[in-house]
Structure formats: structure tokens, C-alpha cells
């Protein structure tokens, strides 16, 4: 069936780029990783009903797929950001937020299924293959980012470049209070998306979709998947105050890709599709703020650290002397 082979089409790459395969290059990795999330994020965005119509018996609506928009913009954000980096190491504490967020999306889909088994259930109910799409691609990606987490070990050499790398920039004048105080910002913020998402998914529903169309569990649960991928920015900013450039970079890249499919979503839902209520002009502005404030410090950081390379040179030839 297609939906299996499309869920395949994502797992296996997934589990390809992380698993020390000897005959597999870190060429063929890098990109196994990247296309394994541009493909789960453009079929959740574009069409999820590929992949998950399969796994309800009944009507599934342009709510549920709309809903599920939201999760694939992460995924599209993930592949952009590894796309950028390279293929160099990808900072365990970034490994580490993305492995908490594919285990708290397992867990959501798992739960649900649970709940949504009762007969009494209203709404959309799960078919026998839920269970099945759940495990093969959030636990592809669950199991993925724990083997990539366990092989990327940071030598003693790398964590003194980076700390010398930050002290260079500190004497010369180049750190940006901005800047920092930009990313504890956007941490605290991610958590409380990701707190009010995955804790109170019925409130926040009822309060932005229209009282005339009908929520369901399944609704709930992909507004708790939501609220788990923020998990990602919020450990994310919290770590990047202290990484390299390079990381801090990454991260940014990251973040600004998903406010703006974010920002986008919003527009087309409340615009174009017409789900949401009047109150949803709030979360819009909101949205739009929080875009327009990532790309500015990304702006301001590609200017503050326009010359970085060159500090960082000068920081690794400075620890091969001391040695």
C-alpha cells in the first residue's frame, strides 16, 4: 500500500543516517537525514492524508489535516537547519532536544491511541494500522536521534576550541548582549508553548477554531504533538547561549524556518480555509511578532559575528601551542 511505502520512504532513511553501516558513507548519511525530514515534513504540510488516512476509520477532514500543517513544518525546519550545518557534528545538547521531542511525540500518539480505542470515543476513531505509523515514524525518529546522540561523543580538543573560541570573542569585544538575551527570550518562550500546547490542548482549540466545526481527540492529540516539538527550541536557545558560532547558527536557521511556515499557516487557515475564529487574531499577531523578532536576531547575528571563522582559527592554533 502506498501510505506504508511512503512511511517506509521516511523510516528507513531515518534509521540509514544514524546506524554505523559500514558500506554507507557520512556523504550518503547527511542526506539520508536531511530527505528522510524534508519528505515527513512536505507529506505532513502539503498532503498528510498520504501518510495517515490510513491509520482513522472515518472521514478525515481539512481540520485534521490542517492541524497536522504544523507538525511538518518542524520536520521542513530540522532538514534546512542540518542542510545548512554540513556535516559536522550537530552538538549534543541539540541531539539531546530533539530526542526529548521524538519521545514525547511517540508517547502523544501512543496515549492517544490508547484513548481512542474505547468504543465510546467521539469523532475520528484509529484504524488497526495507527499503532503501526506511530512506531514507524516517531519511533524510526525516536531510536535515530538516540543512536546519533550516543555515537556523537565531544572530544576534550573540540571543547576547548569552542571554549576558547568564546573567550576570544569575549576579548574582543564581540559578545552581544542582545544576542543572548534574544535566546533566553525564545526559551522562555518555547516552553510556554510547549506547556500550554501539550497541557491544555482543549482550551486552546475551543478558544481559536470555529465553535462550528467539531474537535476531537484526534485534534487534541496532534495539538499535544505540537506542544512535544517545541520541546526542540526551548532546550534549543537555552543551550545555544553557549555553543559555538557555527551551532548558534544552525539554531537560528532553525527557528527562523519555523515561525515562518508557522506565521504562513496561520494566514491560510484564517484566510483561506476559514477554520479559525475571530480570536484567533490574537495568536496571528502574536505569530507575526514572534517571526519578526526571530528574523531580526538572526540579522543581527550574521552581522555580529560576520568575521567569526577568523576568531575561531586563532582559537585552535592558540590550544595547539599551549599542548
Same mark, same amino acid.
Given at each position: ?23 554507507? #558513507? $557520512? @556523504? ?47 520536520? %521542513? ?79 576534550? #580538543? ?11 570573542? *569575549? ?51 496532534? *495539538? ?16 545555544? @547561549? ?24 496561520? %494566514? ?54 599551549? $599542548?
Amino acid at each position: 500500500e502506498m501510505s506504508l511505502l511512503l512511511h517506509l520512504a521516511v523510516a528507513v532513511p531515518l534509521l540509514l543516517s544514524a546506524l554505523p553501516i559500514p558500506r554507507l #558513507d $557520512k @556523504v550518503s548519511q547527511h542526506w539520508a537525514q536531511i530527505g528522510a525530514h524534508l519528505l515527513l515534513g512536505v507529506l505532513l504540510t502539503v498532503y498528510p492524508s498520504s501518510l495517515l488516512a490510513w491509520t482513522v476509520d472515518g472521514d478525515f477532514k481539512e481540520l485534521h489535516s490542517f492541524m497536522q500543517s504544523y507538525v511538518g513544518v518542524f520536520h %521542513i525546519a530540522i532538514a534546512a537547519s542540518i542542510y545548512h550545518h554540513g556535516m559536522g557534528k550537530q552538538g549534543r545538547p541539540f541531539l539531546f532536544a530533539r530526542l526529548l521531542s521524538s519521545f514525547f511525540c511517540l508517547f502523544t500518539r501512543l496515549f492517544a491511541a490508547y484513548h481512542l480505542s474505547e468504543k465510546s470515543t467521539r469523532g475520528l476513531l484509529i484504524s488497526g494500522e495507527f499503532v503501526t505509523s506511530s512506531l514507524i515514524l516517531d519511533g524510526a525518529w525516536l531510536a535515530a536521534e538516540i543512536a546519533r546522540f550516543i555515537r556523537e561523543q565531544e572530544t576534550v #580538543d573540540e571543547r576547548l576550541s569552542v571554549l576558547c573560541a568564546e573567550t576570544t570573542r *569575549c576579548a574582543e569585544g564581540k559578545n552581544s548582549s542582545y544576542l543572548v538575551n534574544a535566546l533566553y527570550a525564545d526559551a522562555a518562550l518555547s516552553f510556554c508553548y510547549a506547556l500550554f500546547h501539550f497541557a491544555f490542548p482543549q482550551n486552546i482549540l475551543k478558544l481559536v477554531i470555529k465553535p462550528s466545526l467539531d474537535l476531537d481527540s484526534h485534534h487534541y492529540m496532534w *495539538c499535544r504533538v505540537f506542544g512535544a516539538l517545541w520541546l526542540m527550541p526551548a532546550i534549543g536557545s537555552l543551550t545555544a @547561549v553557549h555553543a559555538s558560532p557555527a551551532l548558534q547558527l544552525t539554531h537560528l536557521i532553525q527557528r527562523l524556518v519555523v515561525q515562518v511556515g508557522i506565521f504562513v499557516l496561520h %494566514i491560510y487557515g484564517h484566510w483561506i480555509i476559514n477554520v479559525f475564529s475571530p480570536n484567533h487574531i490574537t495568536a496571528f499577531m502574536i505569530a507575526g511578532f514572534f517571526m519578526s523578532f526571530h528574523i531580526s536576531t538572526f540579522y543581527r547575528y550574521k552581522k555580529a559575528f560576520a568575521s567569526e571563522p577568523k576568531s575561531n582559527i586563532s582559537a585552535r592554533v592558540e590550544i595547539k601551542k599551549v $599542548k
